[in-house]
């Protein structure tokens, strides 16, 4: 078992909903090995998609500890945050928020470039291209793209910059069943070829499947785990 | 990549981007073509001034130089100026608006004619019947009148004698007895040109008239010409402020609401860019470069409209709004814009750095 890159303890998450306080987290403790594939499960409201956006630095925790890539999250700043998606984690959206003005190819050079990286195409990178079969449809805008090309291209976006951690949100949510096979494969693929630590949201058991293990989430809390079987 | 994806950005909603630079060009057109009219009104005046071939103007007691006036000076004065020292000629003339910037000089016609050379007649001939009226080809062409047609002036009915070449003095000319018989000024005189008997001699003979004519403005044609300038003119220097006031706000106010339906537009863009890691000066920089790109769109553009605004003005009215281009502004129309511009995204901009990334995705 490697060490683990994400450790949240104790993950409080407060929402004020007008004037009324409502829990979103109460109290969760999880550990995530670097290079696992982790599907988090569980109804709508149930903190999933709230514990992965405090996962991803896209808000702060009202009380506990989180640590990502070895950094101490809990306690940093916007500033912070923003360091966190720029350089250890990276997003894969259900509706796949591409750039809709900008080519396949800038989408992907625009995430290296507020990375801090150099916009060439590497050969890790055309490698991964060629994996996620989009090599030749760089030239073209989201809109010219199918749903299930437009999601490879999130993926090679969020993949291109080298991230510790891709945070998939319901990626298959958008796509037909094939297109949605496709996907999960290749997120399968690239945790075993390349030992990408991937965590998915999702509601459909089948796609959770494809992960190491499963964790259940209701009313603000895990409530469950189970393992695919080897 | 900023400059990419801004490009992008105004190229992906062409209308939007069209119309903002459409209305940051408002005022800059404003700005320009006010400048331009007041340079070219000026300028239109200076030529004038000098078409009349005097060395020295002499005015009423308390007038001024720029301003239309009646006819206070007596018309004895002519005689007893004309027999100064240095001086060789003089000739009076009675200005009277008739509205607008619009003025119609009664001259001594055979002494005008003299100092400044003579009429060139471009068409019909010079005054025979006392309904008689002489116009330059510029207000020929803005009241759309030929020689030998009748034209209303103060009015009254008049007949077009001869159509002149521009450049002396005015651009409607009567006799001055039979102006000062219409307007009740008979004896009377709005200022009187001088001409010295050589150049060389102007300065003494102004010195000579100051002495002798303590309270009244004497200036020679180099000085009048000279104060023939906007920053000579106070009120219309305020006036001019007034209008480029008008610009910046209207500029601000344009590109305040443009960015900040740009934003608005863009909120899950923005999400997405902030999902990526975009810092806030990166944000900030994305909605600057635009509102940079916009204001320098709006002033080439404000520039071509003004261009525009001055052939325009040139077929509607071209003796009473004489437009010019005036360069030298360009920069300062442009800097009043792409200043507005900037200031105006600065709140918008502001707007999308605070933006919640994850509400900002969740937008539909």
């Known amino acids: 078992m490697n060490s683990p890159i994400i450790e949240v303890k104790k993950l409080r998450k407060v929402y004020l909903q007008g004037k009324v306080e409502v829990e979103a987290l109460r109290g969760v403790d999880l550990s995530v090995p670097a290079g696992e594939f982790l599907s988090i499960v569980g109804p709508s409201g149930s903190g999933k998609s709230t514990l992965f956006h405090i996962v991803g630095g896209l808000t702060p925790a009202t009380s506990g500890e989180i640590t990502v890539g070895g950094s101490n999250v809990s306690t940093v700043g916007d500033a912070g945050r923003t360091e966190l998606r720029r350089k250890c984690v990276s997003f894969v959206f259900q509706k796949f928020n591409l750039l809709p003005n900008l080519s396949a190819g800038d989408n992907i050079r625009v995430a290296m470039h507020i990375s801090g990286m150099k916009l060439e195409f590497d050969k890790r990178l055309q490698e991964l291209l060629g994996l996620l079969g989009i090599a030749g449809r760089l030239e073209h805008r989201p809109s010219e793209l199918s749903g299930g090309e437009q999601q490879r291209v999130a993926i090679a976006r969020a993949l291109a910059t080298n991230p510790a951690i891709l945070l998939a949100d319901e990626p298959t949510g958008n796509l037909d069943s094939k297109n949605s096979d496709a996907v999960l494969k290749i997120l399968r693929d690239l945790n075993e070829k390349l030992g990408q630590t991937i965590l998915m949201i999702t509601h459909n058991p089948d796609a959770a499947a494809y992960g190491h293990r499963t964790v259940h989430m209701s009313d603000g809390q895990i409530v469950d785990t189970s393992f695919r079987p080897e | ?364």
């Open chain 2, 1 to 364: 990549m900023i400059t990419k994806l801004v490009w992008e950005n105004i190229r992906f909603r062409p209308v939007r981007t069209l119309l903002s630079v459409l209305l940051i060009a408002v005022p800059v057109t404003l700005i320009l073509t006010l400048v331009g009219l007041s340079e070219g009104f000026l300028s239109d005046s200076a030529r004038r001034a000098r078409g009349v071939g005097a060395d020295i103007v002499f005015r009423a007691k308390g007038s001024s130089l720029l301003s239309f006036s009646g006819a206070s000076l007596q018309s004895e004065f002519v005689d007893l100026l004309a027999k100064q020292p240095h001086i060789k000629q003089a000739t009076g003339v009675v200005i009277y608006p008739i509205g607008g910037f619009d003025s119609v000089s009664g001259i001594d016609v055979p002494a005008f004619e003299k100092m400044s050379g003579g009429f060139v007649y471009l068409q019909g001939h010079g005054f025979q019947k006392p309904d008689d009226i002489v116009i330059d080809e510029y207000y020929a062409e803005q009241r759309k009148v030929r020689a030998g047609e009748k034209l209303k002036v103060m009015n009254i009915d008049w007949t077009v004698a001869g159509v002149v070449e521009p450049g002396k003095l005015s651009h409607v000319f009567l006799p001055i007895q039979i102006l000062a018989e219409k307007t009740a000024s008979e004896g009377m005189v709005s200022q009187i040109y001088l001409k010295a008997d050589s150049e060389e001699n102007v300065d003494t003979a102004v010195a000579a008239l100051k002495k002798k004519f303590e309270e009244y403005p004497i200036y020679t044609m180099r000085e009048a010409i000279s104060l023939t300038s906007v920053s000579n003119i106070p009120l219309l220097k305020n006036f001019i402020n007034v209008v480029l006031g008008i610009g910046v706000v209207i500029g601000f106010s344009v590109v305040s609401l443009s960015m900040y339906m740009a934003v608005l537009q863009r909120t899950r863009e923005i999400g997405i860019l902030k999902s990526l890691g975009a810092t806030k000066a990166f944000i900030m920089n994305m909605i600057l470069t635009e509102a940079l790109i916009m204001g320098l769109g709006g002033t080439v553009f404000g520039i071509i409209l003004s261009y525009i605004t001055k052939f325009t003005l040139q077929k509607l009215v071209p003796a009473s709004l004489p437009p010019a281009i005036v360069m030298s502004w360009w920069p300062i129309a442009g800097g009043i814009a792409v200043g507005a511009a900037l200031l105006g995204a600065l709140y918008p901009g502001m707007l999308a750095v605070r933006q919640d990334p994850i509400e900002a995705l969740a937008y539909e």
